[in-house]
């Protein structure tokens, strides 16, 4: 499985966008980026996924590089309940019964 | 639709005593899975199922027993609990999708102290 490397915290101001990144170098070509997040004392809860191409629901964008060597989480307009940790997971093809591999992740606090 | 539930939602037991964590899901998924999140950790496979009557060991199996005797619950067994036991446990289910990749939902999570 391909390793990720996240920053460790991040502070955003309410109403801005907030931009996660992740860099998975060794994603191999298929498997999927996944990002999860697990706001204080919850259980983790799924946000999005891609292959290649950028992605985009309502919680959040998602944009893959072209070489897909890292991504970038994109919440178009932060508010304080989306204070979290974020993690990246890459998952292969077919590989819903290998479970998911949780890092460190990103502590993302949103500031009033 | 509640998704997925988990009962007890907190519980304290005593070393060598015994205990049954419930999941259930609603959603028909033929995926489920137990994790463990001990503190500032992130959270490692304990056993999982894919589908009704068969279970499989993840990352972190021993001191655990799993039964997955209708597909919609999912049980988790501690026989002998011990300190090392105390965390939160988390399950999750999902829907295989083939050729694909599928989304795993959790459930709140059972605090769990063993003392």
């Known amino acids: 499985d391909a390793k990720t490397t996240q920053p460790t915290s991040m502070d955003c101001a309410e109403g801005r966008a907030a931009n996660l990144p992740c860099n998975h170098s060794?994603?191999?070509?298929?498997?999927?980026v996944y990002w999860y997040r697990q706001i204080h004392s919850q259980g983790p809860q799924y946000i999005i996924h891609?292959?290649?191409n950028n992605e985009t629901n309502e919680m959040a964008s998602l944009i893959i590089t072209e070489d897909r060597k890292s991504s970038t989480l994109i919440l178009p307009h932060a508010t304080l309940r989306d204070t979290a940790v974020y993690y990246c997971i890459p998952i292969r093809k077919g590989g819903g019964a290998d479970g998911l591999t949780f890092g460190k992740g990103t502590h993302l606090i949103i500031q009033p | 639709n509640a998704g997925v539930t988990q009962t007890p939602k907190f519980r304290v037991l005593k070393t060598g005593q015994s205990m049954t964590l419930l999941c259930a899901q609603d959603m028909n998924h033929e995926y489920m899975y137990w994790y463990r999140q001990d503190p500032g950790m992130g959270l490692r496979l304990i056993h999982y199922s894919v589908g009704e009557g068969t279970t499989a060991k993840g990352e972190v199996p021993d001191g655990y027993n799993v039964s997955r005797l209708k597909k919609q619950n999912f049980l988790l067994g501690l026989e002998s609990a011990a300190p090392s036991q105390t965390s939160v446990y988390f399950c999750?289910?999902?829907?295989?999708?083939?050729?694909?990749?599928?989304?795993?939902?959790f459930g709140p999570g059972t605090r769990l102290t063993v003392l």
């Open positions: 891609g292959l290649k």
């Open positions: 999750a289910s999902s829907y295989p999708v083939y050729g694909g990749t599928d989304t795993q939902y």
């Open positions: 060794t994603i191999s070509g298929n498997e999927y």
